[in-house]
């Protein structure tokens, strides 16, 4: 199925005095493009919503980058790690920059072949004008229904490439399941959280 959302993962930015606003300005241009993408593709409205993923179990962000399979350019990658850090890290900027949690268990898919299951990440959203209201607790939510195709979409194209069968992961169950449960996910405050550099 086609899911009209953008999807940001994996953001570096040098450490230091610049990273703050080099990584602003980054989400701010990826959120423009993604928008008009979807204005390109025939969404007048542009994107239904824009998602970030972002680690639960963050170790020090100074410390050794992750590889990704989807990174196909080693060079890109910096190998000098204590130079780099992570721009999901700054939960205080995008907060202020639009962004929410959801008020859901979510998952990332594997990643390689290697990994035997998904792992527990928090999922993020942009809070944009397409973003509805709940009328009668004023909370902002994303349709389960929307949700519920985002993750499908991105599961079933992540464990394709890396060759691995999805359907009866426990956690990919796991969030279908309380999908099927839940007509909306309501998007709440950034945890607060101290970054040390």
């Not at 953008?6 to 930015?13: A, D, E, Q, S, W």
């Not at 594997?110 to 209201?133: C, D």
């Not at 993750?151 to 969030?175: E, H, K």
Request: hydrophobic share 40%.
């Amino acid at each position: 199925p086609i899911v009209n959302c953008g999807f940001l993962t994996f953001m570096i930015v040098p450490s230091g005095a610049e990273a703050e606003p080099m990584g602003r300005e980054l989400v701010e241009e990826a959120v423009e493009a993604l928008d008009q993408n979807a204005r390109d593709r025939g969404h007048v409205a542009g994107f239904n919503v824009i998602f970030m993923e972002i680690a639960l179990d963050k170790p020090d962000p100074t410390t050794t980058l992750p590889t990704l399979p989807t990174i196909t350019d080693t060079s890109l990658v910096p190998h000098n790690s204590k130079q780099f850090l992570d721009f999901s890290q700054y939960n205080a900027t995008l907060q202020k920059m639009g962004w929410r949690a959801l008020d859901f268990n979510f998952a990332q898919p594997p990643l390689s072949s290697k990994s035997k299951t998904g792992k527990p990440t928090m999922l993020i959203a942009f809070l944009s004008p397409t973003i509805p209201k709940d009328e009668q607790t004023g909370q902002y939510f994303i349709p389960s229904e929307l949700l519920e195709s985002f993750i499908s979409v991105y599961w079933t194209n992540t464990c394709a490439r890396v060759g691995i069968p999805f359907q009866r992961d426990p956690l990919f169950v796991g969030m279908m399941d309380v999908l099927a449960q839940r007509e909306k996910i309501y998007l709440v405050d950034l945890p607060k959280k101290e970054l040390k550099l």
